[in-house]
Structures are given as C-alpha cells and as structure tokens.
C-alpha cells in the first residue's frame, strides 16, 4: 500500500528518524518538527540502539520523574539525611555553569551520563534560562522542581564538603569497594560531582571504573560542569563499549543528542523562523561567521577583521571582488545572479558593516550577489538576561542552518551550531598568548563534534598522566586548544 507507507516514512522523516519520540503534541513545540526542514538531512546515521535507549530512558523519566510517588519518596529520604540501596529511582540534577552554549554542551553531556547510569536528568532552570527551551521528555518534564531541598547552586563548588573529591580526602567514601567499603544506606544523602576545569584539567578521580562503581551507590547526585565532558565517559572503560554500540559514529554524539534535547520553545521559534524566512530561505548558499571575542584573550578589531578575511580568501569561502562590473550576457554557470548569504553572529556590528560595505560598493568576479545579515548585536555579553539568551539561542540556530561555518577558536557558542548543522567548520585560530594575531587564519576541523577543553588525567589510581589522544583511536586534540580533545 503506497500512501500508507509513503505516510509511515514522512512521519519517520519528522522524527529524525526516530532519534525524536512520536508522544508529543505538536503544537506545543513546532521547532522540534520544523526546525530540520531548514538543514540538509544529518549526514550521520542513527543507531537502532541510541533510539531504543531513549525509549527506555523516556519510559524511566516517566515513571521516576517530578510529580510521581517515585520522586516524592526519593525527596523524603533526601531530606531526611538517608540514601537508601533499594531505590528504584536514582538522579543527576544538573546546575548552570557559564553562557549558553557552556550550558548546552553540559546539559547534553550530563544526558549522556544518565543514560550510561541508569539515572534520571533533572535541570535547575534559572530565571534568565526559563521559556528558551521545550521539554524534551514526553508525559513528564526535566525542570526541578522548585521545592526541591538541595536548591541553591551557591553551594556547589570546589570546596563544598559534599564534593565526591573532598568526601574521597575525608575517608566518607572510598573508591576501592573492597572488604569495609561502606554499603550504600551508610552514605551521605547525596554527592556532588564537580566537573568544572581547574587549571584546564577536569577533576581527577571520576572517569575511572572504581569511582564509578562508588558514584553509583548515590541516588542523588548534584552535578555542576563548564566542560562538554561527553569525551571524558569515552575514556571510562566500563563505559566503552555500551558507548560504541550507542554510537557507532562517535564524531555524531553531540550531533545526535542536542538534536534530540534541545527545542526552541515557540516564543525563540518565532524569532528563528521570521528571520529564516525574512532573508535566508531563498538564497543559494548560506556562510555563517561567528566572530567571539573573550575578555581574557581580547583581540584588536582590526586584527579580527584582517584574520577573518585571510580565512575567507584562503579557503574560497566567499566571491572575489571584481574591478568592474561583469559583462550583462555572463554565463549561468559563471555564477551570475547567484546569491551567497552571509549570516553574522557577533555581539558587535563592526565586522557586518565592514563586509556589508564591501559588497555594496563592488560587483563580484563571477557576478554572484553576496547578502550579508547579522541579526543582533548586543555587545555585551549578559548572563542573567533572559531577553538576551533568547537571541543567543536563535543565532545558534540561525547559524546552524548554514551551509559553511567559520567560527572564533575556544566558542561553545560557535560548537553548539556547527554540531547541530553536522558541518566541520573552520576555525579561527586564536593568536598565541604573548602575540597580537595568528599566522594561520583558520584551520578545518576534523569532527563536527565539540571539543573538551579541560581533559581529565587519564590512568586514575595509577596516576600517569598519558597522552589519551596517543593511545585511544577515537580521541584527537582540537584544532583550537592544543590540549583539548574531541572524538571523531
Ligand atoms: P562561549 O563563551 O563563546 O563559549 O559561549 P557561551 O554561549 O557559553 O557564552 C557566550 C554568551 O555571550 C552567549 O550565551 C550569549 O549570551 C553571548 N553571545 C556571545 N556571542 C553572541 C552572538 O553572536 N550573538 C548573541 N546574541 N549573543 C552572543
């Protein structure tokens, strides 16, 4: 029968599919439906078992999330000082770290985490994050409820005595699980994972078998990250090979999972689809630019303008400029009234103005038309805006609809887009600590997955510290931070 299975390969086309579940209204989130009409399909197959292992996951939630008796006893012991080892329901609650592509890229770690534990996910969401995104599991939500006892992020930290690091050195857990390690109902209530780069080095003692085996025993954990660490669990044996099986590609992790986590509500929608429709939806190519520039390594304009351009010429990512106008009879295959859209994402509107300009004032060699847009520019970062974090997540999708993508080295912002586009950027190389600007503009990356800026010491209780990306075949440093890693 054609229409019906025309019919079952449109919805399985809906669903990505089946990366997204089919138990949702529609209405209450179009982005999750129409957001992947505007990219090109994901050129990184799905696994059969990443989709059963969401339906579980899904069905876990469920059962176990906020509003259900479940949630409620598990509530009750915390409160109560008591972890108990016959919890049917064992959490993470994940708490914000940094901007929204840091946010992003540690929710989506955190996720992968609970699935490899058997956890459920919870998300304390701040004022300046709420409406931005959609629930992403059915009949349930993954917002921490606001009566939850551990609810105040000012007391995670490195120092907290909660921290899994400092119950270690105080000898209230061991990591050895031998004879007199202690059983589960004689553990604190809950452990707080401290993921967060000191130095650039993630914590120590929390990607190896035996701190997992401990970790475990806790059906509360409080975890705070500013790092994608999804890499990290790559690295833990006991995770190695149900990770395989999950991702068979394993450069598609953020890939996959922030195209299943993460939605517009309909509110940033909006916002995405009006300015989608206004100036990119009929243009031939889209080139997206996204120009960060970090207090910590602050970089002339001038320089970033110059660094950016001998990026575009290097790699023939926009049309020359002509010294006249082309012939009126050019052939349609010199590209002739072809139009390039250049879309900008930068809190600053200097460098839009500057190509903008360029374009206006000169015809292209090949008669291409090259439109350059920048939708915002609010120049000042604001954590705590909610108004502003709506419009860094429509630039990130906006940007995400590119065809090409070149980005400012170290941005999570700049990973967050090119991981849901599915395309390698180019990166813009960021000048060494004691120079004002890179002798390479920019460099190809090698994975469209982002990169872990803060490695863990590998080795654990043996303490060498190796070169992971030497020995394990699937790791390799970033192009952008030397140390750093990222799978491909
Ligand atoms: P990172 O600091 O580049 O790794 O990215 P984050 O997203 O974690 O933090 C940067 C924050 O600055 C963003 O979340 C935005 O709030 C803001 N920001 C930076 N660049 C842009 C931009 O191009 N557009 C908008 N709207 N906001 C930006």
Partial sequence: NVSVSTATSVSQDKLLGGLLSAAFDESSCQSRYKSNLYRKPSPFPLSPYLVQKLRKYEARHKKCGPRTKRYRRAVKLLKAGRNTDDSECKYVVWFPCNGLGNRMLTIASTFLYALL????????????????FCEPFPVSSWVLPGS???????????????????????????????????????????VYLHLEQFQLKLSDNVFCDEDQVTLSKFNWMLLKSDSYFAPALFLTPMFEAELAKMFPRREAVFHHLGRYLFHPTNRVWGIVRRYYEAYLARVDEKIGFQIRIFPEKPIKFENMYEQLMRCVREQRLLPELGPAEPPTNATAD???????????????????????????????KSGEIVAVFQPSHEEQQQYTSNDHNQKALAEIYLLSYCDKITMSAWSTFGYVAYSFAGVKPWILIRPDWNRETSDVACVRSTSVEPCLHSPPILGCRAKTD????????YVRHCEDVGFGLKLF
């Fill in 334 to 364: 010199a590209g002739d009234g072809k139009v390039k859209a250049v879309l900008i994402a930068s809190l600053y509107s200097g460098y839009y103005e500057k190509i903008r300009g360029m374009y206006y004032e000169s015809p292209t």
């Fill in 117 to 132: 534990t058997d956890r459920v996910l919870l998300v304390h969401v701040p004022a300046e994050q709420e409406g931005l």
């Fill in 148 to 190: 939850f006892p551990q609810n105040n992020p000012h007391k995670l930290h490195i120092g907290a005595p909660e921290s899994y690091a400092n119950m270690l050195k105080n000898n209230i857990v061991r990591n050895d699980d031998g004879p007199g390690a202690p059983a589960s109902s004689s553990l604190p209530p809950y």
């Fill in 466 to 473: 190796v070169d992971v990306a030497a020995v394990k075949p």
